[in-house]
């Protein structure tokens, strides 16, 4: 079950990547908690599902996400900063990604899509 529910997912970003138009972070909102909130996402964050797919979330000092699946670009769109949790859209904006605060190099990663959630914890590069 897991397995299938893997590979839908990984079938939907590879169909999201497919149609990303522009290698920016187009469309993104401004985040609302204070930058110093931000400053503890900044870096360049990385991790691996069972099944091969490799998910790439690099955040610059501005705050701003870019996020890659399989080595891919996806748009990024509403990124938010509340609290310890970064959110953002991903691909056509029917993918939520997830990011609580990191701590000791790791960062918890949720993606959320059509009723389906896919933890992973990213590392820091």
């Known amino acids: ?6 590979a839908l997912v990984a079938a939907g970003l590879l169909v999201s990547a497919c ?4 290698g920016t972070s187009s469309g993104a909102t401004a985040a609302t908690a204070a930058p110093s909130a931000q400053s503890a996402f900044v870096g360049d964050w990385s ?8 998910v790439r979330v690099t955040i610059s000092g501005s705050g ?4 890659y699946y399989n080595g891919r670009m996806n748009a ?3 990124f938010k900063v509340s609290g310890d949790t970064m959110s953002f859209r991903v691909g056509r904006g029917t993918g939520l990604v997830t990011l609580k605060a990191p ?6 990663y949720i993606y959320q899509e059509g009723g389906e959630t896919h933890p992973l ?3 820091k590069s």
Do not use: C, D, E, H
């Open 64 to 67: 701003s996400p870019t996020y």
């Open 47 to 54: 991790g691996k599902f069972a099944t091969g797919n490799s």
């Open 19 to 22: 149609n990303t138009t522009s």
């Open 1 to 6: 079950m897991i397995r299938r529910a893997l």
């Open 103 to 108: 701590a000791g190099g790791k960062m918890a």
């Open 121 to 123: 914890t990213l590392s």
């Open 76 to 78: 990024v769109s509403s």
